[in-house]
């Protein structure tokens, strides 16, 4: 009798572990949503009669006494059934929004469930005046302007219409109709102190986490530190612009093909709440380490040697700056978007492996 | 020895047990991502420098020889561990976006994660020039206009900033402000057969599934059965114009104190799409059967007494619909936002119940 509830329990304990097993491809969250965060409120003079003035009416409507709630962020989030004590925080670039994060061009899983796997809460946002965050209070004409090429050559894809040889995307036509489409457009003037604002108030909701950022996020995650004790670490995929130096030690601009690279100085006091926590920044491929022709490459060389000014001027001052350029580290073909790249598990891994060696994990 | 093993073994099963029986608040996901469907391309005249015009500036840049992608419709999915058959593919309304289905103002779950948890896959969309799908390819001025109160009438919150009695929706102001903030303009012109073109490409992507519609996509998902043979039924809550009737039984339009309401014709070879497939419709609460002066419930007045017709013409050519007025159920106190009223698990049940009694389940 043993014997039969013995193997009973033995197929059922077998049973139970092969179901574990399945569940290892799952991604099992205990909780997930979205909020509002930041923002502020304009009002029209006047009052407003709900007979009088609450008929829709789009191209004749008043709208005295009433309210515009606007130029907050939007954010999606998901927290894992058992999270690691760190949230990750991530935040786009200029033209991007939370898609940055998620599927790949090619359609494969981006940072937000490859991270989600490894055990991390996510939170992924759109800035003010972006995407779900549409809402701004300020007016802005939208002009539909064909720019796909410039942008192109801006993220480092290639030239013109042609990709850069041995590059980390697609070939796949449709992989690039999906990079295209992942644009969206500024729905107010851009504006780095609301937007900084905003990600500061997303900290002090969310309380501690790490701040993963892209491109023109990049320097705006500089200042967000200046604004909330609860950024942790920052990784920075390819800041673009607005480093923070010490007022008495702002850097030169740096001139390039297309335009010219600026610094910012504040008061040493606050430069050093940058020397207070890890950073890593990464960059890829295709970045010339001497002038050349094509602006689309240009202004990553600016940015890159701004970069290693501003690595320079935290670590002096006690800081823990990592600057990492991938092609050194014989990790090829990435551009402007590493994070969806085609080798972006290895970049993931990257990530994981400095959160873990800085106890981030 | 063998007591031991037994006991051994039996343990493990139990925790096992246990770690099933927690598992249960949690949402178990096999698939999850983005990707962007439908829209077209736009190209100027030209020939694109990558060297003469690839440097950024907002002010005066070439566009010539350039595309740019847009009109495309946003999704985020989600695939249960073991999903039902049918997909949920929900559409927001009128300056809405995905975050309809998403969190709800008081911060409960929406459909989103309600349906996950009932075995649902469930596709979430911005439709063309909204939200994530913000790049349009036509211009759009954005105003910034203060319509807040309107929209509270509207959407039938109320007179003003006042809530009708008994509302279902939470009197924490951080509620409202979070209701506001889900709104994001349009960011090209409105144009309802880019959308539905949108929605019937995500359909023939997605397969067969239940469209759920909001306010204005409710008329705009009676048009997209006309374009996919997809679409294998049909939950609108409070649609609002756009019914499709056949050409030769066009109803009177309705006029209401605000606005007139039209009802469009099709030939009824294509109107009789509409009476093969399952529909219910829902009504909240504060619709008046009669004429009164408030243009937010008025409105609502004409949008509903046009349903009645609509279902009494699909029914009367063979067509199964179904119209609910929740509070003619006992169900009161509803705005224009079933699915994130303070009741919404009852909403949500009362939909699962109607797709079960389909088959749609």
Do not use: C
């Amino acid at each position: 009798m043993k014997t039969y509830i013995l193997t009973f329990l033995f197929l059922l304990f077998l049973f139970s572990s092969k179901a574990q097993e399945d569940r290892k491809d799952l991604i099992i969250i205990k909780e997930q949503g979205t909020f509002a965060v930041g923002g502020s409120i304009k009002k029209s003079e006047g009052i407003f009669d709900p007979i009088e003035h609450g008929a829709f009416n789009p191209t004749n409507q008043s709208t005295q006494g009433q309210t515009l709630h606007g130029d907050h962020a939007s954010v999606l989030y998901q927290i894992p059934a058992e999270p690691r004590k760190l949230p990750l925080l991530f935040w786009h670039g200029y033209g991007q929004s939370m898609r940055t994060w998620q599927t790949t061009p090619d359609g494969r899983e981006g940072f937000q469930s490859i991270f989600l796997r490894k055990g991390f809460s996510i939170y992924l946002l759109d800035q003010p005046r972006r995407g779900l965050a549409g809402q701004s209070l300020e007016p802005r004409m939208l002009e539909a302007r064909t720019e796909d090429q410039l942008w192109f050559g801006i993220f480092r894809m290639g030239e013109g219409t042609k990709f850069y040889p041995n590059i980390q995307f697609s070939k796949d036509p449709e992989a690039l109709n999906q990079f295209f489409r992942q644009s969206t457009p500024d729905t107010g003037p851009l504006d780095i102190n609301l937007n900084m604002d905003a990600v500061a108030n997303l900290f002090d909701k969310v309380g501690d986490g790490v701040l993963v950022t892209h491109s023109h996020s990049g320097g705006q995650g500089w200042g967000t530190v200046l604004k909330t004790n609860n950024i942790k670490g920052i990784v920075a995929y390819e800041p673009g612009s607005n480093f923070i130096f010490p007022e008495t030690q702002v850097p030169d601009a740096i001139p390039y093909v297309g335009g010219i690279l600026r610094a910012r100085g504040v008061p040493m006091k606050e430069f050093e709440k940058l020397t207070k926590i890890p950073i890593v920044i990464y960059y890829g491929d295709y970045i010339p380490e001497e002038e050349v022709k094509n602006p689309g490459q240009e202004q990553w060389r600016a940015a890159l040697l701004m970069a290693r000014k501003w690595t320079k001027a935290v670590n002096d001052a006690g800081g823990d700056v990592t600057l990492v350029v991938l092609p050194e580290k014989g990790i090829k073909g990435n551009t402007h978007f590493p994070m969806s790249d085609l080798n972006n598990k290895e970049i993931a891994q990257l990530m994981y492996d400095w959160l873990k060696e800085k106890g981030l994990n």
